[in-house]
């Protein structure tokens, strides 16, 4: 069981409490009627599914209830940093060398 | 019996008192402090089991939790039977009732041993993938139940098991895994810093390898009272948990580790009320791995025969257990440790008629002190075969020459043959953990490459043998997790002085060489799947490359052991055929459970009525007094029907539905979702995520609303009511509250967070309960004090709010029958009382309770749709024919965008219809597929599948409703649903079937 940082509540709380979100920062569109057909297709079904760092969201399900995202490794299940919704991507490689010292 | 194999004196076990038990129905007697494996031995019994395919005779090969043959089934009585346990790891207690198995009918005569006789070849790697191919049918019916009686392990139990199963979490700043020299010393430092420290032991007793050691001595004390002596200072530690009978069997994300005790099969009167086993959920800052190392057997042929047996496992018996595995040996050894197991062995009073070295000259002063004590020490030398099937006669012992070539065999009388083949580390924690595995070539072993973030590995498992090295790579260990931990403590060192005692050095993997004809002799690498070493080149010679292969062709280091004492084995033989080096061939994946976990542990408390919350609704004790029927419905329990005067089910729910036309029925909604959407926001926020506009609703009226998801599926609907400009009373299908709530909150929270609206479940707030007929207004008037329920005055679809029974009200003008209907939502907890009073003044009327069934058959007369029985997540609002329910209008909803998708709008999509059978007496099953022609050519897809069939008192006949390709241009159509006896004939119609322009609703 993983332990994930809530970034609203500031604690380590065990994955029981959470639900898995998804790929973070897939963005609806403003207006999606003028979004062509392909490119909506790809907003609805299409994933990076990367193995290594994937950023994705969360939610605090049984505890806050907030949505917010987080940066984990898909392999070692390690998680590098959790941040709320709506604040920008952060730079992976930074991050993965920070991790690394 | 008399007790012939004890030894004179020594070991732990406590002679003073005397534990009778059975094996295979034959009493026998034992001691505290003994295995089942141990007194087994004691009483002169070596044949223990069958094996897996051969069903060749076995006796016990190890001491411990890697014991491959020695598999018994326990059964304490009660229900409670336990297959496929180690009887190297069951403790003795008075009255234990032991079996072995996968023989018929008894373990010495065995009728499946023919499998050992037929010609050679048969049985081999790869067997079932070559024998039982075609035909397909045949598995099921003829090769599977076969196998399974042939080829087997011990019998599931056949009764739910009475014990129950505890789980605990726990948290400390250093685990230890394995109570050893290396565990000891470990736990011994971090104690010492003040760190927790969880210390746990798959064993009975704490102390690992020194618990088997005669003659070695820790700083001046004996290796087994060092153990004791370390133990008491820990017990006296506050912060330190010891938890022997408790094996960490599996390594999680951020140092989670899974822990299962054993707390009652050790006692022979456990009380009832103790859980079997506590699953432990460590969470450990710091983790020192201890779990010490598995001693190789070396494969040469016959290798299998009871009395054939690890030296460290004849060593731990003679020792730790005072039992004599036997009165003659002959140590076949390619490890200095085949020496230790010697000495103690004729301490023991066993004659060690030969000590049989593979390695050209040992020499050294190992050789040279068993030489002293007038032991015959043979280098390059090897085991060529062994006499006897029940039990060993013989060995036959040659020399390899200068060539390289085998020499003929001399005959040396034994009955017990031990092999050292070496110490393989017990990485799988490390390598569990992801930790990546080096191949040390001079020593030949895996061993950590370097420690996990948060871990480190001390003792055997990391190469470190010696017991001095491994106390102080242990306590080391311990010291610098402590610190990692966040402990302050200098300490790092400790130099113990052990003497007596002969570190391990040296081994041997793969097949020893022979002079015996290789298509006739089975020389084994895995005894618990009966792979030789003839198999593994098979396999390597038709083709198999990689290891992990092999292991699935050849079934080597399969099964309950995992392949503990046979992987090295296995897989030197496999990089010897392909001619490469060891780490060039790689290894096979440790996954979890280091050894077989109960289904019982994993559960816990979860199962009976705990398995899954039960929600009941306000008026459960009432229908349940009135003899309703219950269904599952997600974690429901509600009414399904409620019979009368021993009514069928079939004929309840005929009376309620035609009751409910005729004058009227109660029915419990409570459990449909209710989401409280309140602020300034509330309607545009409704407007983006239905289908429907709600900007125009008026307060105090209701509308339909359809709930998309993203991609233009449904995903619910449900009856939405505008209590205020900024108040709607949402209400949701009894299953999608909670996905409806989190839906509607990813939106909120994440595209729209600009709306000013706050949302609440308020599913168990309200009691709801349909008053549905003709006769609804008559039997609410007299109970609302201050609501106008008049035709007018409360149209259909619209909302107030009053008293009811005097308890403050949210009454709904809905129907999802097709009758005048209300719905009264009164809190919670007044909801029996307001049921009760509701159905008193319903009973002047002639009304029935009504039940789910009763619910399902009215509302499919009208065409309503149930969503995710109507729909499947492929449906669209126009495949329901609900394009009504969208609001043209609006700019954008959560699905909009989507449904203009090509595939959205082909005329070929499935769409909802009615189907009418031509007979109709006949009622169709839900689910049957649909198709053009009745006796589709075979292959043929078909045109879609029945959604929902009852038979409907109102129309006298049954219905149907279906999704059709293309459908609604199929009306008047004849399609069948093809069934095992026949196609049934059935017309497309509209999906509405009783009073379609909606006069009952309005009455």
Same mark, same amino acid.
């Given at each position: 069981?993983?332990?994930?940082?809530?970034?609203?509540?500031?604690?380590?709380?065990?994955?029981?409490?959470?639900?898995?979100?998804?790929?973070?920062?897939?963005?609806?569109?403003?207006?999606?009627?003028?979004?062509?057909?392909?490119?909506?297709?790809?907003?609805?079904?299409?994933?990076?599914?990367?193995?290594?760092?994937?950023?994705?969201?969360?939610?605090?399900?049984?505890?806050?209830?907030?949505?917010?995202?987080?940066?984990?490794?898909?392999?070692?299940?390690?998680?590098?940093?959790?941040?709320?919704?709506?604040?920008?991507?952060?730079?992976?490689?930074?991050?993965?060398?920070?991790?690394?010292? | 019996?008399?007790?012939?194999?004890?030894?004179?004196?020594?070991?732990?076990?406590?002679?003073?008192?005397?534990?009778?038990?059975?094996?295979?129905?034959?009493?026998?007697?034992?001691?505290?402090?003994?295995?089942?494996?141990?007194?087994?031995?004691?009483?002169?019994?070596?044949?223990?089991?069958?094996?897996?395919?051969?069903?060749?005779?076995?006796?016990?090969?190890?001491?411990?939790?890697?014991?491959?043959?020695?598999?018994?089934?326990?059964?304490?009585?009660?229900?409670?039977?336990?297959?496929?346990?180690?009887?190297?790891?069951?403790?003795?207690?008075?009255?234990?009732?032991?079996?072995?198995?996968?023989?018929?009918?008894?373990?010495?005569?065995?009728?499946?041993?023919?499998?050992?006789?037929?010609?050679?070849?048969?049985?081999?790697?790869?067997?079932?993938?070559?024998?039982?191919?075609?035909?397909?049918?045949?598995?099921?019916?003829?090769?599977?139940?076969?196998?399974?009686?042939?080829?087997?392990?011990?019998?599931?139990?056949? +009764?739910?098991?009475?014990?129950? &199963?505890?789980?605990? &979490?726990?948290?400390?700043?250093?685990?230890?895994?394995?109570?050893?020299?290396?565990?000891?010393?470990?736990?011994?430092?971090?104690?010492?810093?003040?760190?927790?420290?969880?210390?746990?032991?798959?064993?009975?007793?704490?102390?690992?390898?020194?618990?088997?050691?005669?003659?070695?001595?820790?700083?001046?004390?004996?290796?087994?009272?060092?153990?004791?002596?370390?133990?008491?200072?820990?017990?006296?530690?506050?912060?330190?948990?010891?938890?022997?009978?408790?094996?960490?069997? !599996?390594?999680?994300?951020?140092?989670?580790?899974?822990?299962?005790?054993?707390?009652?099969?050790?006692?022979?009167?456990?009380?009832?009320?103790?859980?079997?086993?506590?699953?432990?959920?460590?969470?450990?800052?710091?983790?020192?791995?201890?779990?010490?190392?598995?001693?190789?057997?070396?494969?040469?042929?016959?290798?299998?025969?009871?009395?054939?047996?690890?030296?460290?496992?004849?060593?731990?018996?003679?020792?730790? &257990?005072?039992?004599?595995?036997?009165?003659?040996?002959?140590?076949?050894?390619?490890?200095?440790?085949?020496?230790?197991?010697?000495?103690?062995?004729?301490?023991? !009073?066993?004659?060690?008629?030969?000590?049989?070295?593979?390695?050209?000259?040992?020499?050294?002063?190992?050789?040279?002190?068993?030489?002293?004590?007038?032991?015959?020490?043979?280098?390059?030398?090897?085991?060529?075969?062994?006499?006897?099937?029940?039990?060993?006669?013989?060995?036959?012992?040659?020399?390899?020459?200068?060539?390289?070539?085998?020499?003929?065999?001399?005959? /040396?009388?034994?009955?017990?043959?031990?092999?050292?083949?070496?110490?393989?580390?017990?990485?799988?924690?490390?390598?569990?953990?992801?930790?990546?595995?080096?191949?040390?070539?001079?020593?030949?072993?895996?061993?950590?490459?370097?420690?996990?973030? $948060?871990?480190?590995?001390?003792?055997?498992?990391?190469?470190?043998?010696?017991?001095?090295?491994?106390?102080?790579?242990?306590?080391?260990?311990?010291?610098?997790?402590?610190?990692?931990?966040?402990?302050?403590?200098?300490?790092?060192?400790?130099?113990? #002085? #052990?003497?007596?005692?002969?570190?391990?050095?040296?081994?041997?993997?793969?097949?020893?060489?022979?002079?015996?004809?290789?298509?006739?002799?089975?020389?084994?690498?895995?005894?618990?799947?009966?792979?030789?070493?003839?198999?593994?080149?098979?396999? #390597?010679?038709?083709?198999?490359?990689?290891?992990?292969?092999?292991?699935?062709?050849?079934?080597?280091?399969?099964?309950? %052991?995992?392949?503990?004492?046979?992987?090295?084995?296995?897989?030197?033989?496999?990089?010897?055929?392909?001619?490469?080096?060891?780490?060039?061939?790689?290894?096979?994946?440790?996954?979890?459970?280091?050894?077989?976990?109960?289904?019982?542990?994993?559960?816990?408390?979860?199962?009976? =009525?705990?398995?899954?919350?039960?929600?009941?609704?306000?008026?459960? *004790?009432?229908?349940?007094?009135?003899?309703?029927?219950?269904?599952?419905?997600?974690?429901?329990?509600?009414?399904?029907?409620?019979?009368?005067?021993?009514?069928?089910?079939?004929?309840?729910?005929?009376?309620?539905?035609?009751?409910?036309?005729?004058?009227?029925?109660?029915? =419990?909604?409570?459990?449909?979702?209710?989401?409280?959407?309140?602020?300034?926001?509330?309607?545009?926020?409704?407007?983006?995520?239905?289908?429907?506009?709600?900007?125009?609703?008026?307060?105090?009226?209701?509308? &339909? $609303?359809?709930?998309?998801?993203?991609?233009?599926?449904?995903?619910?609907?449900?009856?939405?009511?505008?209590?205020?400009?900024?108040?709607?009373?949402?209400?949701?299908?009894?299953?999608?509250?909670?996905?409806?709530?989190?839906?509607?909150?990813?939106?909120?929270?994440?595209?729209?967070?600009?709306?000013?609206?706050?949302?609440?479940?308020?599913?168990?707030?309200?009691?709801?309960?349909?008053? +549905?007929?003709?006769?609804?207004?008559?039997?609410?008037?007299?109970?609302?004090?201050? /609501? *106008?329920?008049?035709?007018?005055?409360?149209?259909?679809?619209?909302?107030?709010?009053?008293?009811?029974?005097?308890?403050?009200?949210?009454?709904?003008?809905?129907?999802?029958?097709?009758?005048?209907?209300?719905?009264?939502?009164?809190?919670?907890?007044?909801?029996?009382?307001?049921?009760?009073?509701?159905?008193?003044?319903?009973?002047?009327?002639?009304?029935?309770?009504?039940?789910?069934?009763?619910?399902?058959?009215?509302?499919?007369?009208?065409?309503? /749709?149930?969503?995710?029985?109507?729909?499947?997540?492929?449906?669209?609002?126009?495949?329901?024919?609900?394009?009504?329910?969208?609001?043209?209008?609006?700019?954008?909803?959560?699905?909009?965008?989507?449904?203009?998708?090509? %595939?959205?709008?082909?005329?070929?999509?499935? +769409?909802?219809?009615?189907?009418?059978?031509?007979?109709?007496?006949?009622?169709?099953?839900?689910?049957?597929?649909?198709?053009?022609?009745?006796?589709?050519?075979?292959?043929?897809?078909?045109?879609?599948? #029945?959604?929902?069939?009852?038979?409907?008192?109102?129309?006298?006949?049954?219905?149907?409703?279906?999704?059709?390709?293309?459908?609604?241009?199929?009306?008047?159509?004849?399609?069948?649903?093809?069934?095992?006896?026949?196609?049934?004939?059935?017309?497309?119609?509209?999906?509405?079937?009783?009073?379609?322009? !909606?006069?009952?609703?309005?009455?």
């Amino acid at each position: 069981m993983l332990l994930i940082r809530c970034p609203y509540c500031q604690t380590d709380r065990p994955e029981l409490e959470f639900r898995y979100g998804g790929e973070a920062h897939v963005s609806r569109a403003q207006d999606p009627s003028s979004v062509p057909d392909a490119a909506w297709a790809e907003f609805l079904y299409m994933r990076t599914n990367p193995k290594g760092f994937h950023v994705e969201r969360w939610r605090h399900t049984h505890g806050c209830g907030r949505f917010f995202n987080a940066v984990r490794h898909t392999v070692t299940d390690r998680f590098l940093a959790t941040y709320r919704a709506g604040e920008p991507k952060p730079d992976l490689e930074a991050l993965a060398r920070e991790a690394a010292r | 019996m008399t007790v012939s194999f004890r030894t004179a004196s020594g070991g732990r076990i406590d002679r003073d008192r005397t534990i009778r038990f059975t094996f295979d129905g034959t009493a026998y007697r034992g001691h505290p402090g003994d295995t089942l494996a141990s007194a087994l031995l004691a009483n002169g019994v070596r044949l223990m089991g069958r094996s897996f395919k051969y069903h060749r005779p076995r006796g016990v090969l190890a001491a411990g939790a890697e014991e491959p043959n020695a598999l018994v089934s326990v059964d304490r009585g009660g229900g409670r039977w336990t297959p496929n346990l180690r009887a190297t790891q069951v403790e003795l207690h008075e009255g234990l009732v032991a079996t072995s198995q996968n023989r018929w009918p008894s373990l010495s005569h065995d009728v499946g041993e023919l499998n050992d006789v037929v010609p050679p070849g048969v049985f081999s790697a790869g067997f079932y993938y070559k024998t039982f191919m075609q035909p397909a049918s045949a598995w099921a019916n003829l090769y599977e139940p076969f196998i399974r009686r042939a080829a087997g392990l011990g019998q599931a139990p056949s +009764q739910a098991d009475p014990d129950h &199963y505890t789980h605990r &979490y726990a948290f400390c700043d250093v685990l230890v895994v394995g109570a050893g020299a290396a565990g000891l010393a470990a736990a011994l430092a971090a104690a010492q810093a003040g760190a927790r420290v969880i210390l746990c032991d798959e064993q009975a007793e704490c102390g690992g390898g020194l618990l088997g050691e005669r003659d070695a001595v820790i700083d001046g004390v004996p290796a087994s009272d060092w153990a004791a002596s370390t133990l008491a200072t820990l017990s006296g530690d506050k912060r330190v948990t010891l938890l022997p009978r408790t094996q960490c069997f !599996g390594a999680y994300a951020q140092n989670f580790f899974g822990l299962v005790q054993r707390l009652t099969d050790h006692l022979p009167h456990p009380d009832p009320r103790m859980p079997r086993e506590r699953l432990w959920k460590v969470r450990a800052r710091q983790v020192v791995l201890a779990t010490g190392a598995i001693e190789r057997p070396l494969v040469f042929p016959e290798n299998d025969r009871p009395g054939v047996m690890l030296a460290g496992a004849a060593r731990a018996y003679v020792n730790r &257990y005072g039992a004599k595995p036997g009165d003659r040996a002959v140590v076949f050894t390619a490890c200095d440790s085949g020496y230790a197991a010697a000495h103690d062995l004729t301490a023991a !009073g066993i004659v060690v008629s030969a000590i049989v070295d593979l390695r050209p000259g040992p020499d050294g002063p190992v050789a040279a002190t068993a030489r002293g004590a007038g032991l015959d020490v043979r280098s390059n030398a090897v085991v060529t075969g062994v006499e006897g099937r029940l039990g060993v006669r013989a060995a036959m012992v040659a020399t390899i020459a200068g060539n390289g070539l085998v020499g003929p065999s001399e005959r /040396i009388s034994c009955d017990l043959v031990l092999m050292a083949g070496g110490w393989t580390p017990a990485v799988h924690l490390h390598s569990q953990m992801r930790g990546k595995l080096r191949f040390d070539a001079e020593r030949e072993m895996y061993v950590p490459a370097a420690p996990v973030e $948060g871990s480190r590995s001390a003792g055997a498992c990391n190469g470190t043998f010696g017991i001095a090295e491994a106390l102080a790579e242990g306590f080391s260990a311990g010291a610098d997790a402590a610190r990692a931990a966040g402990r302050e403590w200098s300490e790092r060192d400790w130099s113990p #002085v #052990v003497s007596g005692e002969i570190v391990p050095d040296g081994g041997f993997h793969g097949a020893v060489p022979h002079d015996r004809d290789v298509q006739k002799v089975k020389a084994f690498v895995d005894f618990q799947n009966d792979v030789t070493e003839k198999d593994i080149r098979l396999a #390597v010679r038709e083709g198999f490359r990689s290891i992990e292969h092999v292991k699935r062709y050849t079934t080597n280091g399969m099964a309950t %052991d995992q392949g503990k004492t046979s992987n090295m084995n296995g897989l030197a033989i496999a990089a010897g055929s392909l001619g490469k080096p060891i780490p060039e061939v790689g290894l096979t994946t440790f996954r979890a459970p280091y050894t077989p976990v109960t289904f019982g542990a994993f559960a816990g408390h979860s199962r009976g =009525d705990l398995f899954d919350p039960i929600r009941r609704t306000p008026t459960h *004790d009432w229908a349940r007094a009135q003899g309703a029927v219950f269904e599952d419905v997600g974690m429901w329990k509600r009414a399904w029907y409620i019979p009368r005067g021993g009514e069928t089910m079939h004929a309840a729910v005929l009376r309620e539905c035609r009751t409910v036309r005729e004058t009227g029925g109660l029915f =419990d909604a409570s459990t449909l979702g209710k989401i409280e959407v309140v602020g300034p926001d509330a309607a545009e926020f409704l407007n983006r995520l239905y289908t429907n506009p709600w900007t125009k609703l008026e307060t105090g009226r209701c509308r &339909y $609303g359809l709930m998309l998801n993203e991609a233009g599926f449904v995903m619910d609907d449900g009856v939405v009511g505008r209590l205020a400009p900024d108040r709607f009373h949402v209400t949701t299908t009894t299953g999608g509250a909670p996905r409806v709530l989190a839906h509607m909150e990813d939106y909120l929270q994440t595209e729209f967070p600009e709306l000013r609206v706050w949302l609440t479940s308020t599913t168990e707030q309200w009691a709801v309960i349909a008053v +549905q007929g003709p006769n609804a207004r008559a039997v609410l008037q007299p109970l609302v004090a201050d /609501i *106008d329920m008049a035709r007018e005055a409360m149209p259909h679809m619209s909302v107030r709010e009053g008293t009811i029974c005097g308890v403050p009200a949210r009454l709904f003008r809905v129907s999802f029958t097709g009758e005048l209907g209300f719905e009264v939502n009164v809190p919670a907890e007044y909801g029996q009382a307001v049921w009760e009073a509701i159905w008193a003044e319903s009973q002047k009327h002639g009304f029935c309770a009504y039940g789910t069934e009763a619910m399902h058959v009215l509302r499919a007369e009208k065409g309503y /749709i149930i969503v995710g029985q109507e729909t499947d997540g492929t449906v669209t609002p126009s495949d329901l024919g609900l394009d009504w329910a969208i609001g043209k209008a609006k700019p954008d909803f959560v699905g909009k965008r989507s449904l203009a998708r090509p %595939d959205m709008l082909k005329p070929d999509r499935k +769409q909802l219809v009615g189907l009418l059978t031509v007979d109709p007496a006949v009622v169709l099953e839900e689910g049957a597929q649909i198709t053009a022609e009745a006796s589709p050519v075979k292959g043929t897809a078909a045109l879609g599948h #029945v959604t929902s069939a009852y038979e409907s008192a109102a129309l006298g006949r049954s219905i149907a409703m279906a999704l059709v390709a293309g459908g609604r241009s199929r009306l008047g159509e004849t399609l069948y649903v093809p069934m095992p006896n026949a196609a049934i004939a059935v017309t497309v119609v509209e999906p509405v079937f009783l009073d379609r322009e !909606g006069s009952r609703l309005d009455a």
